[in-house]
C-alpha cells in the first residue's frame, strides 16, 4: 500500500513543478520589461532562449513524473494542460526579443511603455493562481482572479487595436510600420497565454474545489 507521506511528497512535486515553471514564465517577462524600459539597448537572445529551455526542462520532469505516477493531485491532463500554457509564456518573450534583435535601431524608438503595466499585472496574476493551487482556494477567489486576467487581456485587445490603427494611418515609414505590427502583435500574444494559463486554472478550480 502506498503510505499517506509519499501521496503528499508526489502531490508536492507536482505543485513545486508547476510553481517552478510559472515563476521562469514571470522571470522571462520580467527580463523583457527590463529591456522594454531602456530602448537604448538591444537585448542579446541567450538569456531569453536560456529561459525558455529552463522552462522547457521543467515541463519535461513534469511529463516523465506523470508517466511513472499513479495517483496526482489534479488530473493529469489538467497538469499537462497548465505545464503547456505556461511554457508558452516564455517561449513567445524569446520571439519578441529575436525581433527586436532582428529590428535593431529600429527598435531603439519603438515606445512599448503602454504594454509594460498589463506584462507586470498578468504574470503576478498568475504566479498567484499557480501558487494557490495546493492549497485548495476558494473558487470565487480564482474566478475573480480569472476576471482580472480577462480584463486584462480584453485591455491588450484595445491598445492593439488603437496600436493598428495609428500604424495604418501612415504616420510611420513602410518599414518600421511593419516591425510595429510584428512586437505589438506578440506582446499581446504573450498576455493571451497569460489568459490561457488562468483559464486551465480556472477549470481545475471549477473540478476539484
Known amino acids: 500500500m502506498i503510505s499517506v507521506l509519499r501521496l503528499f511528497s508526489q502531490d508536492n512535486l507536482f505543485f513545486d513543478l508547476l510553481e517552478a515553471a510559472a515563476q521562469e514564465a514571470k522571470t522571462s517577462v520580467h527580463a ?4 522594454i524600459r531602456t ?6 537572445l541567450e538569456e531569453f532562449v536560456a529561459l525558455r529551455k529552463e522552462d522547457k526542462k ?3 520532469r513534469l511529463a516523465a513524473e506523470l508517466a511513472k505516477t499513479f495517483v496526482t493531485p489534479i488530473d493529469r491532463e489538467d497538469i ?15 520571439k519578441f526579443a529575436e525581433r527586436m534583435i532582428i529590428a535593431g535601431s529600429q527598435a531603439a524608438t519603438m515606445d512599448f511603455s503602454r504594454h509594460v503595466i498589463l ?3 498578468a504574470t503576478e496574476i498568475i504566479m498567484e493562481m499557480v501558487k494557490s493551487l495546493r492549497h485548495r482556494p476558494k473558487i470565487e477567489v480564482i474566478r475573480q482572479q480569472n476576471q482580472q486576467l480577462q480584463k486584462i487581456e480584453g485591455d491588450a485587445d484595445k491598445l492593439l487595436s488603437e496600436l493598428l490603427r495609428e500604424i495604418y494611418s501612415g504616420k510611420y515609414p513602410p518599414l518600421q510600420a511593419m516591425l510595429l505590427r510584428d512586437l ?3 506582446l499581446e500574444k504573450i498576455i493571451d497565454r497569460c489568459r490561457d494559463a488562468g483559464n ?3 477549470q481545475i478550480a471549477l473540478k476539484h474545489f
Open 80 to 94: 499537462d494542460a497548465l505545464s503547456h500554457a505556461l511554457y508558452r509564456i516564455p517561449k513567445t518573450v524569446e
Open 32 to 35: 523583457l520589461l527590463i529591456v
Open 119 to 121: 506584462l507586470e499585472q
Open 184 to 186: 505589438y502583435e506578440l
Open 58 to 60: 521543467i515541463r519535461q
Open 200 to 202: 486551465i486554472i480556472m
Open 39 to 44: 530602448p537604448g539597448q538591444l537585448p542579446t
